[in-house]
C-alpha cells in the first residue's frame, strides 16, 4: 500500500476516532450503570407501599349503568374501574366523546374523538371533581413506604414542564408531590384519574440522564430513530472498519504474507 494512502486511513481513524470516542464512552458508562441497576429500585417500587383495594362482600355500590348515565350523551366508555382513593371505593370511567369545539380549537380533524377521565363515589354514583392539592397529597403520603413530610408540590398541566420533564407519557393534569426523604423522591399523581401514577427518585434521574445519552434524543429520550444517532451510529461502524484497514496496512505481518519471498523473486 502506498504510503500516502496509509497516510491518509491513519489520518481518516484518527478523526473519526476524537468524534466519535467521547459518544462510545457514554454508551459505555451507561451500559454499565444499567446492568448494574435494580429496575424495581430505578421505577421507585421499593417505595411504593404494599396492597390494595379491601372490599367488605356485603357492601353497596351504585349501578355502574347510572354512572355512566350522567356521561354525555356521545360518550363512548373505553374502560371502568373500581378503585381506591384514601379508603373510599370510586369509580374510574375512561370514555371519548366527539368534540367538535375542540377539534376546531385544536386545529384537528372535524369529529375527533377527545379522551376524558371522570370520577364517582361508587357508594353514591355521584359524579366527583378531579383531586384537589390536599387530596392529591393525602394520596401521596398514603402510597409512599416511608412516613415523611412534603417538601413541595407542584400542578403539571403539560409534558416537558420546567423542573417536571422527567414526567412524559402519563395522564394530565398531574400533582408532583416531592418527599423530604433522602432520595428526593417525587410521587405523580394524576388529577383526573385519582390514582398514583409514577415515582421519580435521584437514582431514575441518574438512569433517565444516561439513557438520554445513550440514545442521544436530548428531549423525548426514547427516540432510537433520530438523525444524530443514526449519523453517529454509522461513523462508529466507519471507524472500526479504518481501524482494521489500518491495522492491514500496518501490520508486519501481514506484509511478510503478502511479500513475495526472495527465491521466487530469483526466478
Known sequence: ?????????????????????????????????????????????????????????????????????????????????????????????????????????????????????????????????????????????QSFVDSVAVAKVAYITQENMTGHHEYRGSALPAWAITMEHPSQTTVYVAAEQGVVTKFRNDKWRVFDFLWMLHTMDYQGRDNFGNMLLRVFSIAGIVTILSGFVLYYASSQTVRRITRPSRHLLKK
Open 1 to 141: 500500500m502506498k504510503r500516502t494512502t496509509h497516510l491518509r486511513i491513519r489520518k481518516t481513524h484518527r478523526y473519526l476516532g476524537l468524534i466519535t470516542g467521547i459518544q462510545f464512552v457514554m454508551w459505555t458508562i451507561g451500559g454499565i450503570y444499567f446492568s448494574f441497576s435494580d429496575l424495581d429500585e430505578i421505577h421507585g417500587d421499593h417505595q411504593r407501599k404494599p396492597g390494595g383495594m379491601v372490599l367488605e362482600s356485603d357492601v353497596e355500590l351504585a349501578s355502574p349503568t347510572a354512572v355512566m348515565a350522567q356521561l354525555p350523551g356521545a360518550a363512548m366508555i373505553t374502560s371502568l374501574k373500581l378503585i381506591d382513593i384514601m379508603g373510599t371505593p370510586h369509580y374510574q370511567i375512561a370514555y371519548n366523546v366527539p368534540d367538535e369545539q375542540a377539534s376546531h380549537m385544536a386545529g384537528h380533524d372535524h369529529g375527533q374523538a377527545a379522551t376524558h377521565t371522570q370520577l364517582a363515589v361508587a357508594a353514591t354514583g355521584e359524579l366527583r371533581p378531579a383531586l384537589n392539592e390536599r387530596e392529591a397529597i393525602m394520596l401521596a403520603r
